[in-house]
């Protein structure tokens, strides 16, 4: 299975294709609807105030309620874009934006409107596709859930097991841990009022894959197939697996994972540092990583960048309406791209 995002932010729509999709699978267009919502923005002062309805309309691949094996095909409608936002500064790249990149990769030629088709918004039908995988999952035995870790150096308690994350997400700010939840706000909140932006991180886990999937090989490997999906979404500029970073701060017998032999007869690890995965293949433990959210680069503070059609130098000082953190919000999106790298794992 295979998706192909299209749109651009202040275009009429984006979607998605996603071909190789089984055929005969029923859609459940609600539990999509809630994952989209999840995404949307608009609902606090933590979001941007642009409201879209984020409706999907599916256009292909879906016949009497089920998926027929042809390519499916949604869209959702942009119906809140204000372009004049960004006519003013169309000329000035945004630091930490992809403005100047793609000016160069596409010749100019690039929808600069609000980042045209480098936008967050092009995650809206990355979490439509996310939630076509999920169901292909359920049946065999996959969960995917995820919440935020940490926002701006605030802490949420770690990831323990599936239904700690599926409470998680019936949140609308989705923590583990609430009182950690209003800390994080409040810095949000903080970066806001000064004009500025926070970053953070979301830790994700994928329950139930089968253990000797993958292989050590380049395009075949665990923790590659992941981490091609990740980085696949804005603002994601980090991926660690397992423990992470913190194998730099242990000893061989702290980050390795005794293993013994369940009731059941199942083989398992007395701690997961691995996060799942062994030589790129799967052990039978949740495959769990956690991936790093940059703050968001559109920020009211004045900023030194360069005007591309002069090619001089320049001060911009941005308008418009910008997410003050993106993290809260990408928790289903990180969950979107988890269950695809799951699909194509399983060989979906």
Request: charged share 20%; proline share 5%; aromatic share 6%.
């Amino acid at each position: 299975m295979r998706y192909s995002i299209f749109g651009e932010s202040h275009g009429p729509a984006v979607g998605v294709v996603l071909e190789g999709v089984p055929a005969g699978l029923e859609l459940d267009l609600d539990a999509i609807r809630f994952d989209l919502a999840r995404r949307a923005p608009g609902k606090s002062a933590l979001s941007t105030a642009r409201k879209e309805a984020d409706e999907p309309r599916i256009l292909s691949g879906v016949f009497e309620g089920r998926t027929t094996g042809a390519p499916l095909c949604a869209v959702i409608e942009n119906t809140d874009a204000r372009s004049g936002d960004y006519a003013r500064t169309k000329d000035l790249a945004r630091p930490g934006h992809a403005d100047y990149a793609a000016h160069v990769r596409y010749n100019g030629f690039n929808d600069y409107r609000g980042g045209g088709h480098f936008s967050g918004r092009l995650t809206a039908p990355l979490v439509f596709a996310g939630g076509v995988a999920k169901q292909i999952l359920a049946p065999k035995g996959v969960r995917v859930g995820a919440h935020i870790a940490a926002i701006y150096g605030i802490n949420d308690d770690s990831l323990e097991d599936w239904d700690s994350l599926k409470a998680a997400a019936s949140k609308d700010f989705p923590v583990l841990s609430d009182a950690a939840g209003e800390e994080m706000k409040a810095a949000i909140l903080e970066a806001k009022n000064d004009q500025d932006s926070v970053g953070g991180s979301i830790e994700c886990g994928v329950f139930g894959l089968p253990p000797g999937l993958g292989a050590p090989d380049f395009g075949q490997n665990a923790e590659g197939i992941f981490s091609q999906y990740l980085f696949a979404v804005p603002a994601v500029k980090a991926v660690a697996f397992g423990a992470g970073v913190a194998f730099g701060l242990m000893r061989g017998s702290e980050a390795n994972d005794p293993l013994y032999v369940d009731d059941d007869g199942s083989v398992k690890g007395e701690q997961n540092c691995a996060g799942g995965i062994n030589g790129g293949i799967t052990n039978g433990m949740p495959l769990t990583f956690e991936v790093t959210m940059r703050p968001t680069p559109s920020i009211a503070r004045q900023q030194f960048t360069i005007d591309m059609a002069k090619n001089e130098n320049a001060v911009l000082e941005l308008q418009g309406r910008h997410d003050p953190c993106v993290v809260h919000r990408a928790v289903p999106v990180i969950e979107a791209a988890a269950a695809l790298a799951a699909c194509e794992l399983l060989g979906i």
